[in-house]
């Protein structure tokens, strides 16, 4: 499977954004899928991660309340909104398939990263 990021831009904070992620393959509805943030000189992070149906999702302490993740398997494309944008939410935004047991959250536990997407949030 290929994945493709895309919706980011520059926003001031309260702001909203909605990132999508274009899967390519038809096997999509069959992966687990999660997105992952990387701030400049950080570590990649986990944001939230969906089950395969779209009944079933998680988020970091950090993002819970505000963003949503959601996904639409007859159109192979993963979703996150973002609402209350803060300055901290700047970073290159990534999607991936997750390969291991439900509520994974760090890197090695995701595979076939997508090209991310950069949201960069102004004060």
């Known amino acids: 499977v290929q994945l493709q990021a895309s919706g980011g831009g520059l926003v001031e904070a309260g702001a909203s954004l909605r990132l999508s992620c274009a899967a390519s393959g038809r096997f999509f509805g069959s992966y687990d899928m999660g997105w992952f943030r990387q701030a400049p000189g950080k570590e990649r992070e986990f944001v939230a991660a969906?089950?395969?149906?779209?009944?079933?999702?998680y988020y970091a302490e950090s993002v819970k309340g505000r963003f949503t993740i959601s996904r639409d398997n007859a159109k192979n494309v993963l979703y996150l909104q973002m609402i209350n944008l803060k300055p901290e939410d700047t970073a290159v935004y990534y999607c991936?398939?997750?390969?291991?047991?439900?509520?994974?959250?760090?890197?090695?536990?995701?595979?076939?990263w997508g090209q991310g997407t950069l949201v960069t949030v102004s004060s």
């Open positions: 991936a398939v997750q390969i291991a047991d439900w509520n994974a959250r760090s890197r090695d536990e995701y595979n076939y």
């Open positions: 969906i089950n395969r149906s779209g009944t079933s999702s």
